[in-house]
Structures are given as C-alpha cells and as structure tokens.
C-alpha cells in the first residue's frame, strides 16, 4: 500500500467566539478612546486588550489535516493557518471501529448511554450538513475515541484495511 492522502478540515467559528471577539474590540477601542480623553494609564488596558485579542484569535482558529499513508493515521491541529502540531499518530491496524456517529457499532461509547468512557479528541469541522464518523482505536495501548470528517476515499481505503471494523454511511 503506496499511498498517500490528506483530507483538509476547517472548523467552524462558534457564535459565541464571534461575539467574544467582538466584545474585545470595542473594549479595546473603548479604553483607547478613555486614555486619550481621560487618563493615559487607560491606554495600557487598550494594548491588554489588544494582546488579549490577538492571542485569543490566534488559538480560537483551528483547522485539522488528516493524513493517511498506508496504515498510519495522523492527525494534525493547525492554529492560525500557520502553527501545525500533531495531536495523533496512529496505527490503523489497532483501530477497533469506525462508524458514523449514530451506528450501533459505537453505541457503547456514546456520551450518554454508553457503556464505556473513554478520552474523546472532537476533529470535526461543527458542520450540520458533513455526517460525521467516530473512530475507537487504540493508541499506547488505551482506546481512545475520535470524531473526524472522513470523506469517501479515506472511508475506503480504512475499509481495504479492516473490513470488518469500519462502516460506511449509507
């Protein structure tokens, strides 16, 4: 198995990041215009706030990359569009299942009326249109649980590896 690819996900920004940022803006804005009118000291909360905003925007962006070469599955958080971490490396071979969110193969792992708890990573782009999939694998020898927004191609290839383990959306 010679291959390689890479699926690109963006997240989708929370309402109430927008708003947060928002906030921080016009406080920023707010204490600059007050330090200039009333007293400088003001001026240093508008740079706070400033810094403040700029490194809440820089982690509040996230995209993810998954990459599958062979049986390695990565997965990659980019904050920014620029700062790249690895958050995941793991073996498809210890893949337990992956199925869309609401199939009976992850039934036992759901958050409520599972059997099971297990540590979850949330990889998905918050879209209400993209179906989801959640993956059970084992990684250092604990399962742990992943929700990813698998398209076609990785779903197939995952299926050419363990055919039994993984179900596709119908």
Known sequence: MDYRMVKQVHRRVKTSTKILTKTMIVLCVLFLLMGIVFDRGM??????T???YFFYEAYS????????????????????????REAHRLDLKQMEVAAPHWHEAVAKYRLKGGTEKIPKYDYTSYEPEIPYYTMIILKNRKKIKLLLDLD????QAMKRINPQKVFVHN
């Open 50 to 52: 400033a810094g403040m």
């Open 152 to 155: 076609e191609d990785m779903l």
């Open 43 to 48: 001026m240093l909360l508008a740079l706070l």
């Open 61 to 84: 962006v996230k995209d993810y990359e998954y990459t599958m070469e062979g049986t390695r599955f990565t997965v990659t958080v980019i904050h920014a569009k620029r700062r790249r």
